[in-house]
């Protein structure tokens, strides 16, 4: 790892065997399939996806891609992709659905696929299973597709999809009520936008264009919890001239935040030299960190909340990875794990020709997880490891898999390629991974829970462990964290903090009525009651009430028994 002194905010910075494949054909699709080994640990090709670990869909065309990875709750996946010529002539878009073993999904689309009119950017999972499409080119603009890959029709009117009105867009999120929010630029300017729920403009929100500088692009963005928008790319000082990363936060409202870096703008020159943003990470605690290259190694810069160097990250704010001591290596997508580690990915070629995938893993503090594999790299040969590959996207699975995806050089062209690594295991699905559950009963750290990594609630407070730990920041050793008489889960179910004793449940009483009745009753009888909301209809209430000789009472609450009128029967 190389690092670089922290710069302030506009200054310059110095600088301190091929695998054979196997062929199977579905959906006239050639998959290509790897080996790999049956004891396989975190970092190494998954065996039990695709085959070996490997899928690379071959619709026999000159080039072919995988761009995009949407994993789904019930451990399907989403990737999109396109076909083109080799002069860059894109003559196909479409969406794939596999399951969690790699098979196409054939209930989706057309036998697993979707075509599309535009080149997907973006894609968001619905709650219910509709999947929100952002797409560029050809028939641009946004989309929703319903779970089965058919065109939603209730969306904006007609399912036809609304322009995205936006330059090159760059990126497509969600709020929490719904709405769409989109961020591009156009070369010297850089745009948010926001949709309702249902595709239509969003007259509430002021969002526009802002110059940002000379050939300057967006390349990505994320919202916060709070409805800020972050978005970062990259400018040359003009055309053809070396490369700076930028990033741009906006208000909720879609105005520049004034709070962030330099009036909502932060442009950094870390050497000099070509300097690019290609991904955007939030971290729960509201700091930033900004994935891409430099002109040789992969870039983590790590941002306070106010836009200035964390000082905690890597060094200064900085963490450069030579993943492949190659001639070029530049970081493209990155994803958070529940603890804050970082996985990012990359594409590492060499001077002599060539390029792979590689998966980068880092701690929360920028150093490499050595645990993921040394250096906290993994690189991922194609078919043709002497041919070109390149990653363009990474993500988590359901399972907690890791998936990498891009476009593969085969022996018959170029196909789209997605690997699953395997990840940490997690016996007890509590989102902590087991070496982090060290069973001591004291949380200690992310890393050092004192959890049973069996039990996914140990206290049982009605909270997993992975959300007290990762979440709410409560104690999951303890059922009761500040001590205030009332469990973590009750005080997250209420909307009270469980580690704030004097933000704790109000002592409100329910009132409730009952009906109270009695009923005389032989021995050897049985009886049955019955309610009706007006006497004309009635409904067993009780049933199978044994006579005693005597008088049997009855509580009923209004709230269960809501009918008007009870009567008695003698069962049969």
């Known amino acids: 790892m190389k690092t670089a002194t922290a710069p302030p905010a506009t200054a310059s910075v110095a600088r301190p065997a091929p695998l054979a494949p196997t062929q199977l054909v579905a959906l006239g699709i050639h998959l290509l399939g790897f080996t790999a080994s049956a004891t396989a640990a975190p970092g190494d090709l998954d065996p039990t996806f695709g085959t070996g670990g490997r899928v690379i869909f071959e619709q026999s065309a000159a080039q072919e891609s995988w761009d995009h990875f949407q994993a789904l709750p019930n451990g399907d996946i989403l990737v999109a992709g396109w076909t083109g010529t080799n002069d860059g002539y894109k003559t196909g878009r479409y969406i794939v659905r596999l399951n969690k073993d790699g098979a196409p999904v054939t209930s989706f689309g057309t036998a697993g696929q979707v075509t599309l009119s535009g080149t997907v950017r973006d894609m968001v999972a619905l709650p219910g299973g509709k999947i929100l499409v952002a797409l560029v080119d050809g028939g641009g603009g946004i989309i929703r597709l319903q779970s089965n890959g058919s065109l939603d029709l209730t969306f904006h009117g007609d399912g036809s999809g609304v322009g995205a009105a936006v330059d090159n867009l760059c990126g497509m999120a969600v709020d929490v009520q719904g709405r769409i929010v989109l961020a591009g630029s156009d070369g010297t300017r850089v745009e948010v936008k926001r949709l309702t729920a249902e595709g239509n403009n969003d007259g509430s929100f002021a969002g526009g264009r802002y110059p940002i500088g000379n050939w300057a692009w967006a390349t990505a963005m994320a919202l916060q919890a709070d409805g800020k928008i972050v978005v970062v790319g990259w400018q040359a000082r003009s055309v053809g001239d070396p490369q700076d990363l930028w990033v741009v936060r906006f208000l909720a409202n879609g105005g520049l935040d004034p709070g962030f870096a330099s009036g909502g703008k932060l442009v950094l020159d870390i050497h000099g030299e070509n300097d690019r943003a290609e991904a955007v990470l939030l971290r729960p605690n509201g700091k930033i960190v900004v994935v891409g290259g430099t002109p040789q190694d992969s870039l983590f810069v790590g941002l306070n909340q106010d836009g200035t160097l964390d000082a905690s990250f890597g060094s200064g704010g900085i963490v450069e990875i030579d993943a492949g001591a190659g001639y070029f290596d530049i970081a493209n997508a990155a994803t958070l794990m529940p603890d804050g580690r970082i996985i990012a990915s990359s594409t590492v070629s060499y001077s002599g020709g060539g390029s792979r995938f590689a998966a980068i893993r880092l701690m929360p503090n920028g150093a490499p997880d050595s645990t993921f594999a040394p250096g906290g790299i993994v690189q991922i040969p194609g078919t043709e490891d002497s041919g070109w590959n390149w990653a363009h996207d990474i993500a988590r699975g359901a399972s907690g898999g890791i998936f990498v995806i891009g476009g593969a050089e085969n022996p018959s062209g170029q196909g789209g390629m997605l690997v699953r690594l395997k990840g ?97 009753s032989a021995i050897g009888k049985t009886y049955r009651i019955e309610g009706s909301p007006d006497m004309a209809a009635w409904t067993v209430v009780e049933d199978g009430i044994t006579g005693n000789g005597g008088v049997i009472t009855r509580f009923y609450s209004t709230r269960n028994h809501p009918q008007r009128f009870l009567r008695v029967e003698e069962s049969p």
Do not use: C, W
């Open 424 to 520: 940490d295991p997690d016996s007890d699905g509590d989102g902590i991974v087991d070496s982090s559950e060290t069973g001591t009963g004291v949380f200690v750290s992310a890393f050092d829970t004192g959890t049973n990594p069996l039990m996914a609630d140990t206290d049982g407070d009605g909270l997993t462990d992975g959300r007290e730990a990762y979440e709410h920041g409560s104690n999951p050793n303890l059922p009761d964290t500040d001590g205030d008489g009332f469990l973590d889960g009750y005080e997250v179910q209420t909307g009270k903090s469980p580690t704030d004793p004097l933000d704790k449940p109000a002592l409100v009483a329910e009132a409730r009525t009952a009906i109270e009745f009695t009923f005389p």
